[in-house]
Nanobody, 123 residues
Framework: QLQFVESGGGLVQPGGSLRLSCTASGFTFDDYIIAWFRQAPGKEREGVSCISSSSGMTNYADSVNGRFTISRDNAKNTVYLQMNSLKPEDTAIYYC????????????????WGQGTQVTVSS
């Protein structure tokens, strides 16, 4: 049974940093493309960043490019999202998700999802 456990969310002041983790089980992690999404209250879910399964190619939404860094450790079945220079508009529930095929930056088609972790950026 495919499962994700996200962690690392919390309350941080503007300009601060957080590192989110997404640890997977129940499938061959190396074969899957992993993405981070977020959903703020009253807004649609949006793709934030993704990382391919083998080449390690990454993609970032314009709103986070230069501030967020995605990485994966296949030996630990874990994907990370390092978030720096956080802004109040980054406040959202952050989800990790996986898919088997397709360009990572095509944020449709992710069909395995975690439960999410809350990130709140506020002074």
């Amino acid at each position: 049974q495919l499962q994700f456990v996200e962690s690392g969310g919390g309350l941080v002041q503007p300009g601060g940093s957080l590192r989110l983790s997404c640890t997977a089980s129940g499938f061959t992690f190396d074969d899957y493309i992993i993405a981070w999404f977020r959903q703020a209250p009253g807004k649609e879910r949006e793709g934030v960043s993704c990382i391919s399964s083998s080449s390690g190619m990454t993609n970032y939404a314009d709103s986070v490019n230069g501030r967020f860094t995605i990485s994966r450790d296949n030996a630990k079945n874990t994907v990370y999202l390092q978030m720096n220079s956080l802004k109040p508009e980054d406040t959202a529930i952050y989800y990790c998700a996986a898919k088997r095929w397709g360009p990572c930056e095509n944020y449709r088609g992710y069909n395995y999802w975690g439960q999410g972790t809350q990130v709140t950026v506020s002074s």
